[in-house]
């Protein structure tokens, strides 16, 4: 029989022990977890073994190579994406010319296999799932069976209602090659949400194994935490690394324990650490190759990873140390916490009388608040202490990135956001991270920077007010301007809640300058894609309400350079006091402007305002119509008319997600018109411009040949 082990997650929900190393790497005294499933299914004579990989693969096969060290051999299949469970093994079908078990890379077992091959070779079946019973089987997928061990009900990770039975899948599966033909190629799909439903409705048989012995899946922090101890206590048979000088005592080689030291069963110490004279280590401790534990540290209920330094009078209990983790002199940790690698341990003393479960989030999480206008996804924080909390998230995200990664940093014109900017600058330098400081802009030639000089990621403040109540926002992007995503969000929550920050030492803080040319450059770029003179010989009389209140000097350079006349409303309290000052005024048309210089609305010279379906409609013909950008991005709620005005100008819809980055992605770009006010509205004056409509025109056009479109070989009586 031969095997697949699947050793492509990410480990998001170990954030941030995953943050440098996958999943299947996580160490479990000294071991990475994916280690003891090898020596599991060798034990019981499996020697062919697949291993699927994806995320940071290279250190999954720099470790394991072939095999052969192990006494096995090892053939990899890499996904390029992301394909789940059942996707990913269907990327190993070529090897699977037999009977096979599937074993996930994060679990720790030591289930008789041998026992579940006869039962599934017995039973029949495309498939025998070992099961076990839990107390809480919510994060799981709950099995059924009958009496006969045929499997008659699966439920992936079910919410509380639903839950029918205390029988969950453990994810270590024996499977004909058969089953194989159920699953389309690069396409994703898992077995528990997917495969497994399909089968059974299908009437295929599906088996469950009731297994004996331990099994933990390591996939969150308490867990992880927990199969530490359980290891250390025997309460799984696995082979721990290391020599056992004692009961219950594992060193490895090169291990200098000086005399004096107080050792407490069951305690792991790796190859070339160095154990001073007046240091306790256990019950229950792990401490990694290359550390140094100094005198009088005690070490307790922790985990350490390699290349820990535990300096004089330390105290850690219930902690987990990443590599490279620094706890300096007298520091002590009692409560359980997370430290993410190279952190150095040294302005807060963390100790709490309160119990706390292994691996608890603790601290206040950021706000991943909604949008201030329409449908966005994107990461802001409100905080009541807004310095403190500034400096909370500045460092975290600098803490995320490598040292010497460069990061930009901007804010609007409000004084507090200039003086929060400061703060941010500071805790980002004390990461290690090196800070552009762009000087205080619209947030779209922010993201603008960002996208043209590609940094590791930006970090914004502005102020917000709405209804009377004034609000702070930090947004944080990606490399390409872009809000970050959904993974960044969640490491970006664990790290605050487990107060998880890396300090740099002195000399080594990151650099800090500023640049000033960033507007100009955004301006320069927009002017040169179009024809100048064609605006300016419409001689444009623009009625503006501007929501920055003027703060930013490009909205008002742009009118200017364009030779517009524009008047400016203060003050606006409705949209009915803009509806007449444009009337009186007798502008051509009205333009608000939102207070990020994202959004903009559009008013006829009649004083209508364009409602979403019309502002969209119009954004859709002046962008295919000026051939801006082959690819328009579209939220799925757009009626069908988008699709026929692609089909016009040649060019193509692409429905997603009405959010920030979804659009953006969409599009391959930051500079989105729905997104970039100063970018939407010089497209929309120049197609004005040179196509003769007034605003009123373009929308009726639009309104009688795709709202309304004229009715073709019949009779309208």
Not at 175 to 185: D, V
Not at 213 to 235: E, K, M, N, V
Not at 499 to 515: A, E, K, L, N, Y
């Amino acid at each position: 029989m031969k095997a697949v082990i699947i050793a492509g997650g990410k480990g998001t929900r170990l954030q941030p022990l995953t943050a440098q190393r996958p999943k299947a790497m996580a160490p479990l005294a000294e071991k990475p977890v994916m280690q003891y499933g090898i020596e599991l299914l060798k034990k019981h004579g499996i020697t062919e073994i697949a291993v699927t990989v994806g995320y940071m693969a290279e250190k999954i096969e720099a470790y394991f190579g072939d095999g052969s060290g192990l006494g096995v051999s090892l053939t990899y299949f890499k996904e390029s994406n992301p394909l789940g469970t059942a996707g990913s093994v269907k990327e190993a079908e070529a090897f699977l010319d037999e009977p096979f078990l599937v074993m996930s890379g994060d679990v720790l077992s030591d289930f008789h296999l041998r026992e579940g091959i006869a039962a599934h070779e017995r039973m029949g079946g495309l498939a025998t799932i070992f099961v076990k019973e839990v107390e809480s089987p919510l994060d799981f997928a709950v099995v059924q069976m009958n009496d006969a061990g045929q499997i008659t009900r699966f439920l992936e990770k079910p919410k509380e209602e639903e839950i029918f039975s205390q029988t969950v899948s453990s994810g270590i599966y024996l499977m004909e090659p058969e089953i194989l033909a159920s699953i389309e190629k690069g396409e994703k799909a898992d077995f528990g949400r997917d495969i497994f439903p399909q089968l059974l409705r299908l009437g295929k048989q599906l088996n469950g194994y009731p297994a004996e012995g331990y099994w933990a899946d390591i996939g969150t922090l308490p867990r992880y935490y927990q199969a530490q101890l359980d290891l250390l206590h025997g309460h799984v048979s696995a082979e721990i690394s290391g020599t056992e000088v004692a009961p219950g005592i594992w060193v490895g080689e090169d291990v200098m324990i000086e005399a004096g030291v107080s050792l407490k069963a069951p305690v792991v110490i790796g190859s070339g650490t160095v154990v001073q004279r007046g240091a306790s280590i256990g019950p229950g401790a792990v401490v990694g190759a290359a550390s140094t534990v100094a005198g009088r540290a005690s070490v307790e209920g922790t985990v350490a990873w390699p290349r820990a330094v535990l300096q004089q009078g330390s105290t850690l209990k219930g902690a987990v140390l990443a590599d490279g983790v620094i706890v300096k002199e007298r520091m002590t940790i009692q409560e359980p916490l997370v430290i993410g690698s190279g952190t150095v341990v040294e302005e807060v003393v963390l100790s709490s009388p309160r119990a706390a479960a292994a691996g608890q989030r603790i601290g206040q999480p950021v706000e991943w608040g909604p949008a201030l206008k329409g449908h966005r996804a994107r990461l802001s924080a409100a905080f009541a202490n807004a310095e403190e909390q500034t400096a909370a998230l500045a460092s975290a995200y600098g803490s995320l990135l490598r040292h010497g990664q460069v990061v930009y940093l901007s804010s609007d014109h409000q004084p507090r956001s200039i003086a929060l900017k400061k703060i941010a600058l500071r805790c980002l330098r004390a990461t290690g991270v090196n800070v552009v400081e762009i000087e205080s802009t619209l947030l779209p030639v922010f993201r603008f920077s960002l996208e043209r000089n590609e940094p590791a990621g930006g970090l914004y403040i502005r102020q917000s007010e709405r209804n009377g109540k004034k609000k702070l926002i930090i947004e944080l992007f990606d490399e390409r301007g872009m809000p970050v995503n959904k993974e960044w969000q969640q490491r970006l929550q664990q790290y605050l809640a487990m107060r998880c920050r890396r300090f740099v030492p002195d000399g080594q803080s990151g650099m800090h300058r500023t640049r000033s040319d960033q507007e100009s450059s955004y301006l320069s770029e927009l002017l040169a894609r179009i024809d100048v003179a064609a605006i300016r010989q419409r001689k444009w009389k623009i009625a503006l309400y501007d929501e920055t209140q003027g703060q930013f000097p490009v909205i008002s350079f742009l009118f200017d350079y364009l030779q517009c006349e524009w008047m400016e409303v203060r003050d606006l309290q409705d949209i009915e006091q803009m509806e007449s000052f444009v009337r009186n005024q007798q502008a051509d048309l009205g333009i608000l402007i939102g207070e990020s210089g994202e959004f903009v609305s559009w008013m006829t010279e009649e004083g209508f305002l364009l409602s979403d379906e019309e502002q969209l409609l119009q954004t859709a013909q002046v962008q295919l119509a000026l051939k801006q950008n082959p690819k328009l991005a579209a939220p799925l709620f757009g009626g069908a008319q988008l699709e026929m005005l692609a089909a016009r100008f040649g060019g193509t819809i692409v429905r997603t997600k009405p959010s920030t980055r979804a659009m953006m992605e969409a599009e391959g770009t930051v500079q989105v018109m729905a997104y970039d006010a100063p970018f939407a509205i010089l497209s929309t004056l120049y197609y004005l411009s040179t196509s003769g409509y007034s605003l009123t025109d373009l929308t009726e056009t639009l309104q009688a040949e795709l709202v309304y479109p004229p009715t073709v070989g019949k009779s309208v009586m």
